[in-house]
């Protein structure tokens, strides 16, 4: 099984990916810094069910970062672009906005560290060779596929 990659992991790659031909990928590092685990037990479907709620603090590092060659701005709209598409309910969580901190080395470069807060389920499927033991069943840690109704009736129950 491919190993599950959080929302830092995916954000920190995407930012790799679009500046990378401005910032060398290894000056570009993430990690979290402080965690919580709230308990949960929603049931998911398909068997699934979500443990528990991981909420993060998540700090990415740009060492480097050539800010004469490319607009800070740029960066910063790819963070909050990456946000709005893909955590869309950081309100919900009351997750806050990404704080920026940037330390001017010379003419030509600065490092930047963005520092912004995840949350996000831990969410489980059974499986008889899991490692983790629940009520007397085992599961594996894994996204829960959810099945989407692609149709739909509506009865407006007049009979017409």
């Not at 308990?39 to 990415?60: F, K, M, P, S, T």
């Not at 740009?62 to 893909?86: G, N, Q, S, Y």
């Not at 990404?98 to 912004?116: G, R, T």
């Not at 969410?123 to 983790?132: I, K, N």
């Amino acid at each position: 099984m491919a190993e599950l990659q959080n929302k830092l992991q995916y954000l920190t790659q995407f930012i790799q990916t679009s500046i990378s031909s401005k910032v060398l990928v290894n000056k570009i590092t993430s990690y979290q810094d402080a965690a919580t685990l709230q308990a949960d037990g929603e049931e998911r479907g398909n068997d699934g069910l979500v443990v528990a709620q991981w909420r993060y603090h998540g700090v990415i590092s740009i060492e480097e970062f050539p800010h004469r060659k490319l607009d800070p701005k740029v960066l910063f709209a790819l963070v909050m672009c990456w946000l709005t598409e893909h955590d869309a309910n950081r309100d919900i969580y009351e997750l806050g906005d990404p704080e920026v901190e940037v330390e001017v080395l010379d003419h030509e470069k600065a490092d930047v560290l963005i520092e912004l807060d995840f949350m996000e389920p831990i969410e489980m499927l059974p499986d008889p060779e899991g490692l983790v033991l629940y009520f007397g069943e085992r599961y594996t840690v894994a996204t829960v596929p959810v099945d989407v109704a692609e149709e739909f009736e509506v009865d407006n129950g007049t009979g017409h």
